[in-house]
């Protein structure tokens, strides 16, 4: 049942953080399994390129060599981004575990809009948005 009851601005400070935290929490885990497809139209891209390069022509080089791994590392994430995803090999049905992801946190913007506005749920997105690309421009170690 939907709380109609007036908030004071302690109790929507308090609902405001929990969303937040739900919005993160709930989109980390969609982007660990979303992130991969994004990737795939990239790596895809970088896979042309770079086997266009004349470098790559040689199949003795040390270049074709990388040009090649990258080009399994990419497919290997790749299904396991599908297996991840999707319950069928057809790629028709989403897996329940993922379908559940989904569906949560469709409800969790919805919350933010019960309780807010969809103008909250922009600036959580944009608030998670900087937070993401902070946390890649940081971290050292990742190749």
């Known amino acids: 049942m939907a709380h109609t009851l007036p908030l004071t601005q302690k109790e929507q400070d308090l609902i405001r953080r929990y969303l937040v935290w739900c919005y993160k929490t709930g989109k980390e885990e969609l982007d660990k399994t979303d992130r991969y497809f994004t990737q795939a139209v990239v790596d895809d891209y970088l896979t042309e390129r770079l086997k266009s390069l004349p470098e790559y022509?040689?199949?003795?080089?040390?270049?074709?060599?990388?040009?090649?791994?990258?080009?399994?590392?990419?497919?290997?994430?790749?299904?396991?981004?599908?297996?991840?995803?999707?319950?069928?090999?057809?790629?028709?049905?989403?897996?329940?575990?993922?379908?559940?992801?989904?569906?949560?946190?469709?409800?969790?913007?919805?919350?933010?809009?019960?309780?807010?506005d969809q103008k909250e749920v922009e600036r959580i997105a944009a608030l998670y948005e900087k937070e993401m690309t902070e946390r890649i421009l940081k971290a050292e170690g990742h190749t």
């Not at 399994?72 to 999707?86: G, I, L």
């Not at 028709?92 to 019960?114: G, V």
Request: with cysteine; glycine share 0%.
């Open 57 to 116: 022509e040689d199949r003795r080089t040390s270049f074709y060599k990388s040009v090649e791994d990258f080009v399994q590392y990419a497919r290997e994430k790749k299904a396991k981004a599908v297996e991840k995803k999707f319950a069928d090999p057809a790629q028709t049905a989403l897996h329940p575990d993922y379908q559940y992801l989904k569906a949560r946190f469709a409800a969790i913007e919805q919350a933010i809009c019960h309780f807010f």
